[in-house]
């Protein structure tokens, strides 16, 4: 949840520099939302609280370490990752043992999903094991919704009204009065 938090805030923090007028657009968004995300997870890394976490790659292939667990972040749904977010590095490649089921965790490789809506917005942020090009598992990471960054517009309830019973007739009717 600690990570999941991180990456809402810097995609929040971008979304709050975003300016169509001045040139930006969903490609400047997704660098700055990702450039954010790495600025707060580095800010984090090793402080209070965030002791278990450390930064293994500070440069574009960003990679950090939860423990012993190394992972990635990237914006997507969490069931359809793209090719980038597939490839794996050797630092993966020797992955520490985890008990996942089945699955021996020395194939799996873990990435953050962030899901966004039309406007950007984070909707999702799911922890995933990939095992070759599909999850082998997704865990959708509860986040608080009473922090989002564009207050949802809402309208109060209308008061409903009493409406007549319906007139209903078979069409053979309206042929014998000639009506309809």
Same mark, same amino acid.
Request: proline share 7%; with cysteine; net charge negative.
């Given at each position: 949840?600690?990570?999941?938090?991180?990456?809402? %805030?810097?995609?929040?923090?971008?979304?709050?520099? /975003? %300016? !169509?007028? =001045?040139? @930006?657009n969903?490609?400047t968004l997704? @660098?700055?939302?990702?450039?954010?995300?790495c600025?707060?997870?580095?800010a984090?890394?090793?402080?209070a609280?965030f002791?278990w976490?450390?930064?293994? %790659?500070?440069?574009m292939? #960003?990679?950090?370490t939860?423990?012993?667990?190394?992972?990635? #972040?990237y914006h997507?749904?969490?069931?359809?990752?793209n090719?980038r977010?597939?490839?794996v590095? /050797?630092?993966?490649?020797?992955?520490?043992i985890?008990d #996942?089921?089945?699955?021996?965790?020395?194939?799996?490789?873990?990435?953050?999903?962030?899901?966004t %809506?039309?406007?950007?917005?984070v909707?999702?942020?799911? #922890?995933?094991?990939?095992?070759?090009?599909?999850?082998?598992?997704? /865990?959708?990471? !509860?986040?608080? !919704?009473?922090? !989002?960054?564009?207050a949802?517009?809402?309208?109060? =309830?209308?008061?409903g009204?009493?409406l007549?019973k319906?007139?209903?007739?078979?069409?053979?009717?309206?042929?014998?009065t000639?009506?309809?």
């Amino acid at each position: 949840m600690a990570i999941a938090t991180l990456l809402r %805030d810097a995609r929040h923090d971008a979304l709050d520099r /975003y %300016d !169509p007028d =001045k040139g @930006c657009n969903g490609w400047t968004l997704g @660098c700055e939302a990702f450039a954010f995300g790495c600025a707060k997870l580095k800010a984090a890394a090793g402080g209070a609280g965030f002791e278990w976490l450390d930064i293994l %790659d500070p440069t574009m292939r #960003f990679m950090f370490t939860v423990g012993d667990v190394i992972a990635r #972040f990237y914006h997507g749904a969490a069931d359809e990752p793209n090719s980038r977010t597939l490839k794996v590095s /050797y630092s993966e490649l020797r992955q520490g043992i985890l008990d #996942f089921g089945d699955t021996p965790a020395g194939e799996l490789v873990f990435r953050f999903a962030v899901e966004t %809506d039309g406007l950007g917005e984070v909707t999702v942020i799911s #922890f995933t094991g990939l095992l070759g090009n599909a999850p082998e598992f997704v /865990y959708e990471i !509860p986040l608080d !919704p009473a922090t !989002p960054a564009l207050a949802p517009f809402t309208l109060p =309830k209308a008061e409903g009204v009493e409406l007549p019973k319906p007139v209903v007739r078979k069409p053979s009717d309206d042929k014998k009065t000639g009506e309809g």
